[in-house]
């Protein structure tokens, strides 16, 4: 029952095409709830939600209008880097590293100059608590440099036909960067079918023992989400994206992907979130079950 989560989840994204069809799909009896007022009350001011399962649009609020969407840009970072490196790959914290997470008032995933992390651990780091550290170091490892690493960010962007999305930094910190709601809602469903990254976005605790090459870490999922079975994958808040959570989730075997965008508090997106997957699923309410218990399924190799 607990690997049951991770195979529907695939088989629901490999259904229901590429990201992008499934994300645009013809809405069905939802798309335009919240602007005929049959939809549940939604406070964020960006919301999207699909069913993967068949690829219908549940909910739509501003789905297509462009925004900054904070650290939902790591989940990009990840799918990068994903084809880029080995998890074995070794990288060295630099200074420069450290220094760009803390001058720009960023979350960190609490890295020293001179670690030497793998590149399995720094996706925990970038993905768990959020890292503008872990981020920094990949980027400038993997593009090699954060210019040409942005570039690949992009030219992922457009072979997904994610066409309102621009990405100007691998971590989300304020810039002229863009995406929608639907467009991350594609992304999300890219991301989710790498099963290294499906297994890092559900993970609600990781912990890296001291080594000879770094410090102990443990790292913890800001997900809250994943209390009542989601499987995935990010938030986000900066002062001028407000709130931000991407997610996916299995409720009586149907699996959801949702957005919420410029949500007024912590709390309040995951309300919202729980609120749009409850309306989706008939109203039923609660949590998906043992079939979605966060961290089943498969391991890192």
Not at 43 to 60: C, H, M
Not at 162 to 191: E, F, H, I, V
Not at 254 to 266: I, M, N
Request: hydrophobic share 45%.
């Amino acid at each position: 029952m607990r690997n049951g989560v991770l195979i529907a989840l695939a088989a629901a994204l490999v259904t229901a095409g590429t990201a992008t069809a499934t994300a645009t799909a013809a809405p069905a009896r939802a798309a335009t709830a919240a602007a005929s007022g049959r939809g549940p009350s939604v406070t964020a001011r960006e919301a999207y939600l699909v069913d993967t399962t068949d690829g219908t649009v549940q909910f739509a609020k501003r789905e297509t209008r462009r925004v900054p969407v904070a650290s939902l840009t790591k989940v990009m970072t990840a799918y990068v880097v994903r084809r880029q490196a080995r998890l074995d790959d070794v990288v060295t914290i630099t200074k420069a590293d450290v220094k760009h997470a803390l001058s720009g008032g960023a979350t960190t995933a609490g890295l020293r100059a001179g670690e030497r992390l793998t590149v399995r651990d720094l996706l925990y780091g970038l993905m768990l608590p959020s890292g503008a550290d872990a981020a920094h170091a990949l980027a400038e490892r993997y593009g090699p440099g954060t210019a040409k690493f942005v570039a690949k960010m992009n030219d992922a962007a457009r072979r997904l036909g994610l066409r309102d999305t621009r990405y100007a930094n691998p971590d989300g910190l304020p810039s002229k960067g863009y995406s929608t709601a639907r467009d991350q809602a594609a992304l999300t469903m890219a991301a989710l079918r790498d099963p290294v990254i499906a297994t890092v976005a559900r993970t609600p605790t990781r912990v890296v023992r001291k080594s000879a090459l770094h410090r102990g870490h443990v790292w913890r999922n800001t997900n809250d989400l994943l209390d009542d079975g989601a499987v995935g994958l990010k938030t986000g808040f900066t002062d001028q994206a407000g709130y931000c959570l991407s997610f996916a989730a299995v409720r009586d075997g149907r699996t959801y992907v949702g957005v919420v965008l410029g949500e007024r508090s912590d709390k309040a997106r995951f309300a919202t979130a729980r609120k749009l997957l409850d309306w989706a699923n008939g109203g039923a309410g609660g949590g998906a079950g043992d079939e979605a218990v966060a961290g089943a399924g498969v391991t890192l190799p």
